[in-house]
């Protein structure tokens, strides 16, 4: 999703909790023009335990209840048709959760995944971030995660982390689709570990050559580059000491997805963000944006991917 977003993906368990990001998934749909898809997937396994069902209830076979949330479904997207007139279509899965997403967004070309986070049971919460996780690691366009405390359906207040990773061009580009014309300030923060005195040399001028781009379009910002001793931690603090309403990651994922509750950068962010975070898994983008390359140039020079700064600066 180098261009114009025109298809986004909202998964939904039909909780309350889901609301908000649902909010923000039509916005954005408004906002581009673009169709919204509705996606409920029912999982066998847990059936019991995510609120498809009251736990000990018992169906004969998953095509009943997948009947019975096609019906509540199909009504949500009459509803969100009729009140926003957009474009809505809306689809019932059996399935894993993550593997049908990806199956939706090669379906029907997706360019954007909208999902609610942070669940009101201590299972929820374990099966939403398992499967943001494994969503995130393994689709090809930008993930957009919405707690459910979060009304607004803009952002003012962008976050932009920079780290010594490739991949900063897409990231700018893709959030630039979420700045609101004269109305939103962008933070970048090169974020290095400490003593790694090279490294901040590196990530200084990526901030730099960003701050350029964003001077160039009239774009409200600041910059900094720090020193720090866990960058994701950190990361969250900041975020919210200055109170930013989205935060930006590169989610270039390895290992298994075990390891969610263990330690890597993105793999925190999920856990503890309290905030909205787009994911941008330059790595499987750049795969599946090869072959059409040469439609989807990002204006940023390839130099950003060699580039923040010590100095603070501050343009209105």
């Excluded at 997207?77 to 279509?89: C, D, G, L, Q, S």
């Excluded at 439609?295 to 060699?306: M, Q, T």
Aim: charged letters at 20%.
């Amino acid at each position: 999703m180098h261009g114009a977003i025109k298809n986004i993906l909202f998964p939904t368990d039909f909780s309350p909790n889901a609301d908000n990001a649902l909010n923000m998934a039509i916005s954005v749909a408004i906002k581009h023009n673009a169709d919204l898809h509705l996606l409920h997937v029912i999982i066998p396994q847990f059936i019991s335990m995510i609120g498809e069902i009251p736990f000990g209830t018992a169906y004969e076979n998953y095509v009943d209840l997948e009947k019975i949330n096609k019906h509540t479904i199909d009504n949500l997207a009459n509803t969100i048709r009729k009140k926003n007139r957009i474009a809505v279509f809306s689809h019932t899965k059996i399935g894993s959760i993550s593997e049908t997403i990806e199956e939706m967004r090669h379906q029907q070309d997706i360019d954007l995944i909208i999902m609610g986070t942070h669940g009101n049971s201590p299972i929820k919460n374990l099966l939403i971030g398992s499967n943001t996780f494994k969503t995130i690691k393994t689709t090809s366009c930008p993930v957009l995660t919405i707690p459910s405390h979060f009304e607004a359906t803009h952002f003012f207040n962008i976050l932009f982390p920079v780290r010594n990773v490739e991949g900063i061009d897409e990231k700018y580009a893709i959030t630039s689709s979420f700045i609101q014309k004269n109305q939103t300030k962008i933070e970048l923060l090169g974020v290095v570990d400490f003593y790694d005195f090279s490294t901040f040399e590196v990530v200084s001028k990526k901030v730099e050559a960003i701050l350029k781009e964003l001077i160039l379009k009239g774009i409200s910002s600041s910059c900094r580059t720090v020193f720090c001793s866990n960058i994701a931690n950190f990361i969250l603090e900041y975020a919210q000491f200055n109170h930013a309403d989205l935060i930006v990651i590169n989610a270039n994922i390895d290992g298994d997805w075990r390891e969610l509750f263990g330690g890597t950068y993105t793999q925190k962010i999920i856990n503890y963000a309290q905030h909205p975070v787009l994911y941008i898994n330059t790595t499987t983008i750049k795969t599946s944006q090869k072959k059409t390359e040469s439609d989807s140039k990002s204006n940023i020079s390839s130099e950003l991917i060699l580039s923040p700064i010590s100095n603070i600066h501050h343009l209105n």
